[in-house]
């Protein structure tokens, strides 16, 4: 995930501050990966690290029959959505309204097709020139410039007819909200009296912590041009052209193609 690149943010400032640590990064394969869990912007990242260097790692290792395994990673950015149940633009639809404190923020995405693409040239780079790719990781976005959550909602509001809505909340009173929520899940997993008395968080809250805005509410520019250059990445579709697609296929299947979105625990932010 290209996300493990994204470094914390502090979004509490001081006077003379004009805004936040980290508040706009420019990711690159060269954008150094935190080190240690601390570093990373959440618990998500921390693992998506280590999985991603457990890859890395298994590069050129032997297997039964004295077979070398050739392995590589792509770090797609930021956001991969498409049909079949993502947590992200797809999770829009299934809730028609979606508060939002991030409207604003500039990101880009990555459409589901251009990811399977990008496996498939990364594959056959593995198996015909293993050593321009063996052992590495490759951000990839889609081609277009990155564009704001606000036009995400614009398209969906327009394409559904007006069905998706996103009305806009104050960030500082969602990032209220979400040192409420975290300090309640801290409370209940440090005090077993606690944990009995109180009930879990659950659904889609669960996710309104304030690690969730290092992500969420900074300016994200992914750039692949490298993995264009080594081992020919080429996107086929806009993230508008994406978009359009997803909302089509939500439509035609009366809401299915989202199903996955609608059992518990989907997981939609």
């Known amino acids: 995930a290209g996300s493990i690149c994204i470094k914390p943010s502090r979004f509490w400032l001081w006077p003379w501050e004009k805004q936040p640590e980290n508040f706009v990064h420019l990711v690159n394969d060269n954008t150094n990966v935190p080190q240690t869990h601390a570093g990373a912007w959440s618990n998500y990242a921390a693992t998506k690290i280590r999985a991603e260097r457990i890859v890395r790692e298994a590069d050129l290792s032997t297997g039964r029959g004295g077979v070398v395994l050739r392995t590589s990673c792509l770090r797609p950015g930021n956001g991969v959505f498409g049909p079949g149940g993502d947590v992200l633009c797809g999770a829009f639809l299934v809730r028609k309204t979606n508060p939002s404190w991030i409207l604003d923020s500039i990101q880009s995405f990555c459409y589901v097709e251009n990811m399977a693409l990008a496996h498939l040239q990364l594959e056959a780079s593995l198996l015909e020139k293993p050593e321009l790719a063996g052992g590495d990781a490759f951000c990839i976005t889609d081609p277009n410039p990155p564009i704001t959550y606000g036009d995400v909602g614009t398209l969906e509001n327009v394409l559904t007819d007006g069905v998706t809505t996103f009305p806009r909340f104050p960030p500082v009173l969602m990032l209220l909200i979400a040192h409420a929520v975290e300090l309640y899940v801290h409370a209940r997993l440090h005090s077993p009296v606690l944990a009995r008395m109180l009930p879990p968080v659950t659904g889609d809250i669960v996710n309104l912590q304030p690690s969730l805005f290092s992500l969420t509410s900074a300016h994200l520019i992914f750039d692949d041009s490298r993995a264009r250059r080594v081992f020919g990445y080429r996107p086929a579709f806009t993230t508008i052209q ?27 932010v």
């Not at 359009?244 to 296929?249: A, F, G, R, S, T």
Request: charged fraction near 30%; glycine fraction near 26%.
């Open 242 to 268: 994406g978009l359009c697609k997803l909302v089509d296929e939500f439509k035609k299947s009366g809401g299915r193609a989202e199903f996955r979105q609608m059992l518990p625990g989907g997981g939609g």
